[in-house]
């Protein structure tokens, strides 16, 4: 069984990040490149990975971008993400 946690708002999404562990994830929607997007959020090594999709696009590769800094991941998805925020934490 997976257990995913709803993120209520952006400040929560923060928190949640900057304590983010290896064997968890975060699934978020919003805008990327002026498509419509889902936006799935890793850690690895010190360093954030994300995963861009186009949501409802069957058989595309998406993007792939790496963050070191969080306040780099922190202004992306600032302007990235749907508000209010839509997120869950798995």
Known sequence: MVYELRVKSFEQLEGLLEGLEVDTGVRAFGEFRG??????????????????????RKGEKGSF???????????????ALDRPVQARVY
Not at 35 to 56: A, C, D, E, P
Not at 65 to 79: G, S, T
């Open 35 to 56: 498509r419509k997007s889902v936006i799935f959020i890793t850690r690895h090594s010190g360093k954030y990975h994300l995963w861009v999709r186009g949501r409802g």
């Open 65 to 79: 971008l790496d963050f070191d800094e969080f306040k780099d991941l922190h202004a992306f998805l600032e302007r």
